[in-house]
């Protein structure tokens, strides 16, 4: 059975920086869009960046500018670098993965401190 594992998840300050991996612990058929997707307490899941098989990206306004998507193919993997986080960027953040069907991650918590 095919598992999205999430890491890189933590508390840091405002103005740090996190990378998130999220690897597929198997063989998914043909990976189309790989995606970051966040929600924060009382708060709809929101998409925050994707990326295509062609590597072609997309970002939420709010984080353009400060957060790179990025992927290995190779290696079934996303990435989410996240350079000058500021407390609103605290959530829970989920990689999913669109292939034969879609696959979620079980979610990893970002804290940012002021």
């Known amino acids: 059975q095919v598992q999205l594992v999430e890491s890189g998840g933590g508390l840091v300050q405002t103005g740090g920086s996190l990378r998130l991996s999220c690897a597929a612990s198997g063989s998914i058929f043909s990976i189309r869009t790989m995606a970051w997707y966040r929600q924060a307490p009382g708060k709809q899941r929101e998409l925050v960046a994707f990326?295509?098989?062609?590597?072609?990206?997309n970002y939420a306004g709010s984080v353009k500018g400060r957060f790179t998507i990025s992927r290995d193919n190779a290696k079934n993997t996303v990435y989410l670098q996240m350079n000058s986080l500021s407390p609103e960027d605290t959530a829970v953040y989920y990689c999913?993965?669109?292939?034969?069907?879609?696959?979620w991650g079980q979610g990893t918590q970002v804290t940012v401190s002021s």
């Open positions: 999913y993965m669109r292939g034969d069907r879609d696959y």
């Open positions: 990326i295509t098989s062609g590597g072609s990206t």
